[in-house]
């Protein structure tokens, strides 16, 4: 084995895997997680890869900042039928058995 090859740095692997099972979809197929209380909402000024792995991981100290900060947690009832008025896309990924979501900005 080279030893300038470098072993995969398991962080990045997973950051990768969460990347790629991320996918755009309307929230009007996201209404049964917010339903059931499985849906979170991540700020637009958070990287949703980094709070899915995250919360993954455990890092319970990273996750009550963000929400102390108002940048992370459960849909609101408000938020919900504002995203479902609009006809929202948003960026979608699992981590069991939460759903997280983020709009999807639209440039103009």
Same mark, same amino acid.
């Given at each position: 084995? @080279?030893? $300038?090859?470098?072993? $995969? $740095?398991?962080? #990045?692997?997973?950051?990768?895997?969460? @990347?790629? #099972?991320?996918?755009?979809?309307? *929230?009007?197929?996201?209404?049964?997680?917010? +339903?059931?209380?499985?849906?979170?909402?991540?700020?637009?000024?958070?990287?949703?890869? #980094?709070? +899915?792995?995250?919360?993954?991981?455990? $890092?319970?100290?990273?996750?009550?900042?963000?929400?102390?900060?108002?940048?992370?947690?459960?849909?609101?009832?408000?938020?919900?039928?504002? *995203?479902? #008025? +609009?006809?929202?896309?948003? *960026?979608?990924?699992?981590?069991?058995? *939460?759903?997280?979501?983020? +709009?999807?900005?639209?440039?103009?």
């Amino acid at each position: 084995m @080279n030893p $300038n090859m470098t072993t $995969n $740095n398991p962080e #990045e692997i997973y950051r990768a895997k969460v @990347n790629l #099972e991320t996918s755009q979809i309307a *929230w009007k197929e996201l209404q049964r997680f917010f +339903a059931s209380g499985s849906a979170l909402v991540v700020s637009d000024d958070l990287d949703l890869v #980094e709070v +899915a792995f995250q919360m993954s991981q455990d $890092n319970a100290a990273q996750i009550q900042q963000w929400m102390a900060a108002g940048k992370f947690g459960k849909v609101s009832d408000v938020q919900a039928a504002s *995203w479902y #008025e +609009a006809d929202a896309m948003m *960026w979608a990924v699992v981590v069991s058995p *939460w759903v997280l979501v983020q +709009a999807v900005q639209r440039t103009h």
